[in-house]
């Protein structure tokens, strides 16, 4: 393994398993289901955790360690658990840390599935929400009782790319001796660390940038190893784990992730800037541009915006229609931190499981574009936006 204080795309590259016998330069693929023992006191003292070795691959797996170790080198973490998507991870890892009667805190901004989990699903085991709009911090205080165990968030938020001052949201957790945990999907590591800023635990769906070609889907939590432990525990029983040979895909992925994020960025922020200029887009929202209402925290907290723009076609859901149906390059999708860009209306997909109003509050309305800018050449990128919008 490599030392300690490496840099970030040096740890992505050389963080590996050790070598078999063979001597490969490139980590194989584990793909079993089990691993045997020498006799039988051997196999007493791994399932007693006597040892710290692999039994199942739905407890642990060499290519899922590999993917682990790289992920907490990168978010300064100190353990983790990989999953077969985000959404395992998010529920994974609530329902690991919460019992009946909790209480979560939740910024209003946040994933369609998350917030369906919230108001759907954990009502029937007597676990509540309250939430706190993303430009109103100071509103959390107010809702914390001593019911309260989780402050969650995600910064940039999806859809709408807004900002929280993860410091601040630090700050009241530590004071109040809360759990914050941070879905760190649209920034990923390279962009944004939120355990510098005090998070005790960091969520991301692999599916997005640490994969970075729509190809596999996967889940991982990553924090303080007390808590992580405890999601340890409960998923090695109930089976969310992440498949080895996606683990393979997206430990392989991570070592292009810092190059390919600054493409992404650098590409986002240009056609941020397009169209900020154009005449029949409403507003632009990009947390590094300058017009953006947080450009300084986000500045504070990122190394650049992310592959996520948001904008308003000027005409509302009848424009957006028109503008979607006129596409030619861009792929219409679900997903987000692609190699290849895709445009997705959220009010009639990611977020459909909300109604008008719970939209509105969190700032989606239904002309509103979410681009998740690829790697294509940035000219052939604004050129198909721009016929689109003409």
Same mark, same amino acid.
């Given at each position: 393994m490599i030392k300690k204080n490496k840099k970030f795309e040096t740890e992505a590259i050389r963080t590996q398993l050790e070598r078999t016998q063979f001597l490969e330069h490139s980590t194989p693929m584990y793909l079993t289901s089990s691993f045997v023992f020498e006799d039988a006191e051997d196999m007493r003292a791994s399932f007693a955790e006597e040892k710290e070795r692999n039994i199942y691959s739905r407890y642990s797996n060499p290519n899922s360690s590999e993917f682990i170790e790289k992920v907490c080198k990168m978010e300064r973490a100190e353990?983790?658990?990989?999953?077969?998507?985000?959404?395992?991870?998010?529920?994974?890892?609530?329902?690991?840390? =919460?019992?009946?009667? #909790?209480?979560?805190?939740?910024? %209003?901004?946040?994933? &369609?599935?998350?917030?369906? @989990?919230?108001?759907?699903?954990f009502p029937k085991w007597n676990i509540k929400t309250s939430y706190f709009d993303s430009n109103a911090l100071e509103e959390i205080?107010? @809702?914390?009782?001593?019911?309260? %165990?989780?402050?969650?968030?995600?910064?940039?938020?999806?859809?709408?790319? #807004?900002i929280l001052d993860l410091e601040v949201l630090g700050k009241i957790a530590g004071k +109040?001796?809360?759990? !914050?945990?941070?879905?760190?999907?649209?920034?990923?590591?390279? @962009?944004?660390?939120p355990i510098k800023f005090g998070a005790d635990l960091v969520i991301h769906s692999g599916t997005k940038l640490m994969d970075g070609q729509g190809r596999v889907l996967a889940g991982i939590t990553v924090g303080n190893t007390e808590l992580i432990d405890k999601i340890y525990r409960f998923s090695r029983i109930t089976g969310p784990a992440l498949?080895?040979? +996606?683990?393979?895909? =997206?430990?392989?992925? @991570?070592?292009? !992730?810092?190059?390919?994020?600054?493409?992404?960025?650098?590409?986002? =922020?240009? !056609?941020?800037?397009?169209?900020?200029?154009?005449?029949?887009?409403?507003?632009v929202k990009y947390p590094f541009l300058k017009s953006h209402p947080k450009?300084?925290?986000?500045? %504070?907290?990122? %190394?650049?915006?992310?592959?996520?723009v948001a904008f308003e076609v000027d005409g509302g859901l009848e424009a957006g229609k028109k503008f979607f149906d006129s596409i030619k390059l861009l792929s219409l999708s679900a997903n987000l931190g692609d190699s290849r860009s895709i445009v997705t209306h959220p009010a009639s997909t990611t977020h459909s499981k909300l109604n008008a109003q719970e939209r509105?509050?969190? &700032? /989606?309305s239904d002309g509103m574009v979410r681009v998740s800018v690829g790697l294509?050449?940035? #000219? #052939? /990128? /604004?050129?198909?936006?721009?016929?689109?919008l003409g």
């Open positions: 353990a983790g658990f990989a999953f077969a998507s985000g959404m395992a991870a998010v529920f994974s890892t609530f329902a690991a840390l =919460l019992e009946s009667g #909790d209480h979560i805190i939740s910024a %209003k901004s946040i994933f &369609g599935s998350t917030h369906t @989990l919230f108001t759907q699903f205080e107010n @809702l914390i009782t001593a019911k309260t %165990k989780v402050i969650y968030a995600e910064s940039p938020t999806n859809p709408g790319v #807004d +109040n001796g809360l759990i !914050l945990i941070i879905d760190n999907c649209f920034a990923s590591p390279y @962009l944004q660390q498949s080895p040979f +996606n683990a393979w895909v =997206l430990s392989k992925s @991570l070592e292009t !992730l810092a190059l390919r994020v600054d493409r992404h960025c650098s590409n986002a =922020l240009q !056609l941020a800037e397009f169209l900020e200029e154009h005449p029949k887009v409403a507003w450009y300084e925290i986000a500045k %504070k907290q990122m %190394k650049a915006g992310g592959c996520v509105e509050s969190v &700032g /989606i294509e050449h940035i #000219d #052939d /990128i /604004i050129e198909d936006i721009e016929q689109a």
